[in-house]
């Protein structure tokens, strides 16, 4: 090749290449071009979403009420990333389901209002696969995904992103998201929604906290209530008098923590064979169904409240029974019936009505039982309360007509006894000496007999005299009071050569004349039973309210197990041969001592001489 040839062929051959090669390049250039601008609008992309998500993060964050905080996620999403359809399903564990309860929209409401709900058990959902294995399920287009489920008020979903909402290892739920173009999300929003679900299960749990948070503070609250309501009702049964107000009271009461519409209380007389009902409606007029019902009749539905509190609908129960026929005249729809048990025996019901169907619940029987019991106890210590103020009146009024009784014939007894007295003293005078000895003996034993017996009406009169007049307390000086019994028993004192010591004496609210009456009654007791010189000794000792007196002599005692029995009236341990006296002495002493409030009793032993001690109130 010449010369010339070689310096013109690489000319002619570099050109073409060159071209080629900058046509390449540019094209490359183009290409990276290309791939800057596409990379640096995903960057703008996903920076604008991770500035949107936090934006919504920022706004969940504030609010602590579930269902708020769920409609705003749904409403927010919606609007922010141009969604065609959002849902948020929560787990219900103890059902098995995902339960959807917020959705964006009309659409998003009425499945809310429905409870729209989707089974564990599901084999084609995708909710249900996020939710199971716990990762995002994307599906670029649902035609030909075999575990969409279609809904029928969402025609126009073409995509769907499920993102499940979880905490630690738990799952609270799935965030569903829609749109109506197919390949709508792409690996971009994965990671934008898998960050946000973060944020979105944090707040939910931070809800669930606060929820529990309130419901425990509810309750506590509505504890203390309840306390409360239970502490006025025990309260009210406490001020209340007959056995239907103690439970009207109640019943009244418990329309705080039981609304009802109609109530009344069944009262179960097993003696009369009677159920007395009366109704607790606030009106003074009588219900129609109070009143008193026959108790064979009433067996059913006695035997039913033996098995538990009977809780339902009217009209499940039998329709013969009294008196709920008249109830469904009222428009009742369910009752509550409470058996009132006392000492392992019903005695009544506490009887709730409503006019709406199955509208008792456990709670509101809960509450009538932490009633019921003690208002069954209180129900039958007013009943027993009431049979004793009965009896109490009863033997009151005997009382008062035997004492009244005993007055009258003691005081009628009096004249005959004294015309026979006076009499046979005139026949012992006019013929003593002038009979035989054995009229002589006669006529001995009936004055002695007739002087007995006038000592005893005596002594009656003076124990019906306690009880029929009126005390007169005023300070009343004790000193002064044994002064006098000693003046009046001065002649026994002498006779028998009786040692008398006693303290000082108070002064102190009582009747003077009884009270003079229990110092001589106890003093002639010491001076008569001594078979030795009397020594008597008379104690005084304050102790708080009550001044303790005691009477301590030396003479023949008595048996422990008489202790109680010689405060009798009439109840005498010795023949009128050994001792004479009435039996009557000791029984005035104890009735004075209880009119003054006090008591009194004896402390002795056979030989060692008796100590009669006994108690009256300072103020009397």
């Known amino acids: 090749m010449s010369k010339l040839e070689e310096s013109t062929t690489p000319q002619q051959e570099t050109v073409p290449d060159k071209t080629a090669t900058l046509r390449s390049r540019i094209q490359q250039l183009e290409a990276e071009l290309a791939s ?9 992309r996903f920076a604008n979403q991770l500035r949107t998500a936090a934006d919504v993060s920022k706004q969940l964050s504030s609010i602590l009420d579930r269902e708020q905080l769920l409609k705003k996620v749904v409403a927010l999403l919606k609007e922010r990333f141009r969604l065609y359809h959002v849902h948020v399903y929560l787990l219900d564990e103890s059902q098995k389901v995902l339960r959807m309860v917020a959705g964006s929209g009309g659409v998003g409401e009425l499945l809310r209002v429905r409870q729209h709900a989707i089974s564990l058990d599901t084999v084609h959902s995708l909710v249900v696969r996020a939710a199971r294995e716990g990762y995002i399920i994307l599906v670029d287009d649902v035609s030909r995904e075999p575990d969409f489920l279609p809904n029928p008020l969402l025609p ?28 709508r999300f792409d690996q971009l929003d994965v990671a934008t929604f898998s960050t946000f679900s973060g944020h979105i299960a944090a707040a939910i749990q931070n809800a669930y906290l606060f929820e529990e948070q309130r419901r425990a503070e509810t309750a506590v609250r509505r504890y203390a209530e309840r306390l ?20 009207r009271t109640a019943i009244q009461r418990l329309r705080e923590m039981v609304p009802y519409h ?78 009132l048990v006392a000492y392992k025996e019903i005695i009544g019901t506490l009887n709730f009505s409503r006019s709406t169907p199955d509208s008792f619940d456990e709670h509101d029987v809960q ?32 009382n008062t007509e035997l004492a009244q009784f005993a007055y009258v014939a003691s005081h009628d007894l009096q004249e005959p006894l004294r015309i026979v007295i006076s009499y046979v003293q005139l026949l012992e005078r006019r013929y003593a000496g002038k009979l035989d000895e054995d009229a002589d003996l006669f006529i001995h034993y009936i004055v002695d007999g007739a002087l007995r017996m006038k000592n005893l009406i005596n002594g009656l009169l003076d124990y019906s005299r306690l009880g029929r007049q009126n005390q007169s307390l005023a300070p009343t000086d004790c000193e002064a009071v044994l002064q006098q019994v000693l003046s009046n028993l001065h002649l026994t004192i002498q006779e028998t050569n009786a040692i008398i010591h006693h303290d000082p004496l108070p002064t102190l609210m009582a009747d003077s004349m009884q009270l003079t009456q229990l110092w001589q009654n106890l003093l002639s007791n010491a001076l008569k039973f001594s078979e030795t010189q009397p020594e008597i000794y008379i104690g005084a000792k304050r102790e708080n309210q009550h001044w303790l007196f005691w009477v301590k002599d030396n003479g023949i005692g ?25 039996g009557i002495g000791l029984a005035i002493c104890r009735k004075i001592v209880e009119r003054h409030n006090g008591r009194i009793w004896v402390e002795s032993e056979p030989g060692a001489g008796a100590t009669f001690y006994f108690t009256l109130p300072v103020k009397g």
């Open 36 to 44: 800057y601008k596409e990379s640096g609008a995903q960057i703008s």
């Open 262 to 339: 109609r109530a009344s209380f069944s009262s179960f007389d097993y003696q009369s064979g009677i159920v007395h009902i009366f109704s607790v409606t606030g009106s003074p007029e009588p219900d129609a169904i109070d009143g008193d019902y026959s108790l064979a009749e009433s067996q059913e539905i006695l035997e039913l409240v033996r098995q538990g509190p009977i809780v339902g609908n009217l009209a499940d129960l039998p329709s013969n029974l009294p008196p709920l026929p008249a109830l469904a005249d009222y428009g009742v729809k369910s009752v509550l019936i409470y058996p």
């Open 558 to 582: 008595l048996e422990v197990e008489y202790g109680e029995r010689i405060f009798a009236i009439f109840q005498r341990l010795h023949t009128l041969e050994e001792y004479p006296g009435t």
């Open 367 to 398: 509450v009538v039982g932490e009633v019921a019991a003690p208002l069954a106890i209180a129900i039958e210590q007013a009943r027993l309360y009431e049979q004793v103020k009965q009896h109490a009146q009863t033997l009151e009024e005997q």
């Open 156 to 183: 126009d979903t073409r995509c769907e992103m499920a993102v499940p909402l979880i905490t630690g290892n738990r799952v609270l739920g799935v965030l569903d998201v829609q749109d109506d173009r197919s390949h």
């Open 228 to 247: 409360q309501s239970l502490h006025e009702i025990d309260q009210a049964i406490l001020t209340a008098e007959s056995p239907d107000n103690i439970a």
